[in-house]
């Protein structure tokens, strides 16, 4: 395959789906909040960046496609609309009724102050149902509600800013031409770390609390929206840099990348005396010392030149063409990260303390087997869901789709 012909065509990029396997389970570690069996904050932040540069990549280069065989805007965006609606919106809702549901159940119950669902719904149902909930940090900040009451739902935020993309995308591919795509796409690039930095310090006089302010950051629209603008830059721009100079780029990025884990952490183990791998894997880890102001622009540049030699060498990375990896990345990777914390908050409450406090296992051996639990759970249920609810929604899809056309 040409280095640029993922780009023209909709060709199928089986390390895509390697690449959201791997990096599925790499989420899903990272929210054990293992001590042991654990991953730095930063590169789950890092894989964050993929599957938002992956997301944006596909759905700016289907569009282009899409606008080339529409006949008008009208089907344009009802055909974009409806295969994201039937995609996204049966398992998410499908997550939200059911926690609610656990939320009613365990109301009259001790377990309602515990589980906060109650509270997260009566507060921020109205975020859920819109796809605001990246926002609700930012809006606890300025009143009284807890940013962190309830654990069913945290991870939806980023659902919600890919979905805030998905609004804006189809009338940026259709109305505009393709020069004045790349010149938004590089003034969004350029401006985003700008609004990072002052967000950063801003944020810093508002709240003493670090790891709300790195929630914020982390979550909000207005700090991250560049990193799918990196997508669309990689859907139409045509980088001709030789191999060599291309390899040399990845190198160099990753790491430093690489060396930023250990460096930041012993600074700030240098200045509070803390435990170091605890520091680097905490949420606030990136903006503890200011890292914050630069790692999203390494992030982003290291998740582009990791695509692009991808799509420029078939057989690099071939981890990614792994048929496991390939499997849960088309299946089960969105459906797991739904449902995750359906298995995570036992875990949490019963499966570590079960083995760590009552069986007197070691740390380690406790992690070990409460994740060795966890973990198949998560892919059967999210096996069943793909079986069942998404496959069926799909092929309302296609009906839809044939309906519409005619």
């Known amino acids: 395959m040409a280095a640029n012909d993922y780009r023209l065509k909709n060709i199928y990029l089986p390390q895509f789906d390697g690449i959201r396997g791997v990096f599925c389970f790499s989420i899903l570690i990272i929210h054990h909040h293992f001590t042991y ?19 944006s990549f596909l759905i700016t280069r289907a569009l282009m496609i899409d606008k080339q065989r529409s006949d008008s805007f009208k089907t344009f965006f009802f055909t974009f609309y409806i295969k994201r609606t039937l995609r996204i919106f ?67 935020w980023s659902l919600a800013l890919e979905e805030q993309f998905y609004v804006i995308v189809p009338f940026m591919i ?16 350029l401006i985003f770390p700008i609004i990072r930095i002052v967000g950063f310090n801003w944020l810093g006089t508002l709240t003493d609390d670090n790891m709300h302010r790195s929630f914020i950051l982390y979550r909000c629209t207005i700090f991250q929206y560049d990193a799918f603008f990196y997508g669309t830059f990689l859907a139409l721009f045509d980088i001709t840099w030789s191999d060599k100079t291309m390899n040399r780029i990845f190198y160099l990025l990753i790491a430093l990348f690489v060396l930023t884990i250990p460096i930041n952490g012993w600074i700030i183990q240098a200045q509070t005396g803390e435990n170091f791998f605890k520091i680097i894997t905490s949420y606030d880890f990136m903006t503890r010392n200011g890292q914050y102001i630069y790692i999203d622009v390494l992030v982003n540049m290291l998740c582009v030149v990791f695509f692009y030699l991808c799509f420029k060498d078939e057989t690099r990375f071939a981890i990614y063409k792994n048929k496991f990896f390939k499997d849960v990345g088309a299946r089960l990777s969105y459906n797991s990260y739904v449902y995750q914390y359906l298995f995570l908050i036992p875990v949490f409450v019963f499966i570590f303390p079960f083995f760590f406090e009552t069986l007197k296992v070691g740390r380690f051996w406790a992690e070990l087997f409460s994740m ?33 056309k005619k």
């Not at 069996?37 to 997301?55: A, D, E, K, R, V």
């Open 174 to 189: 259709y109305f505009l031409s393709i020069k004045q795509i790349k010149w938004l796409t590089i003034a969004m690039i």
């Open 90 to 156: 049966p398992v998410y809702f499908a997550y939200i009724f059911f926690v609610a549901f656990i939320g009613v159940v365990t109301a009259p119950t001790p377990a309602k102050s515990i589980l906060g669902i109650i509270y997260e719904l009566k507060y921020f149902g109205w975020m859920l149902l819109t796809f605001t909930y990246n926002f609700k940090d930012l809006y606890c900040l300025f009143t009284d509600y807890m940013y962190a009451k309830c654990m069913f739902f945290p991870h939806l």
């Open 37 to 55: 069996l654990n991953l730095p904050s930063n590169l789950g932040y890092f894989t964050m960046h993929c599957f938002f540069i992956m997301s």
């Open 372 to 404: 060795m639990l966890s973990l198949p759970a998560m892919l059967f249920v999210a096996n069943f869901s793909y079986n069942t609810l998404e496959v069926y929604f799909l092929k309302k899809k296609e009906k839809y789709l044939a309906k519409f």
